[in-house]
């Protein structure tokens, strides 16, 4: 994250490319504005009962995100936060009760025009785990 990005063209997203054009006038030039969900991203299997980070990148660390539970079929399942700080991290107590399936999280800035993102893939939600 300390990595210089001046050598990058306009916007930069705040961060350095990777790759061979990384803090070059060649880098790809990223969105100004932009919500990027690292986790869950697609795969996961995080069992009813048990607590998780997700986590996301975005442009600043200004403002407040939502963030919700969707599912490809009913849209939103759940919010888990209507309004949380825009820190890139919250920490989700999955409740035991909750219905096992596939998931995507949806998190929206509410501060940068409502741009959003959602996991790029299902993660799973099993049973609890029993011990």
């Known amino acids: 994250m300390g990595d210089s990005f001046v050598g990058e063209g306009t916007p930069n997203g705040g961060f350095i490319n990777l790759g061979a054009y ?4 060649q880098a790809s030039i ?3 504005q932009y ?3 690292t986790r869950p991203d697609g795969g996961e299997r995080w069992p009813a009962g048990q607590s998780f980070a997700i986590r996301w990148r975005s ?4 403002g407040n995100a939502k963030l ?3 599912d490809g079929n009913s849209g939103v399942v759940t919010t888990l936060a209507a309004s949380t700080p825009n820190d890139g991290e919250f920490i989700w107590a999955i409740p035991g009760g909750s219905t096992a399936g596939g998931y ?3 998190i929206t800035r ?3 025009g409502l741009v959003n993102d959602d996991s790029n893939a299902p993660f799973t939600i099993p049973a609890p785990v029993k011990t």
């Open 22 to 25: 990384g803090n070059t006038g």
């Open 30 to 32: 990223s969105p100004a």
């Open 35 to 37: 919500v990027l969900v």
């Open 59 to 62: 442009h600043n660390q200004v």
């Open 68 to 70: 919700e539970v969707v």
């Open 104 to 106: 995507r999280i949806r």
């Open 110 to 112: 509410l501060d940068a």
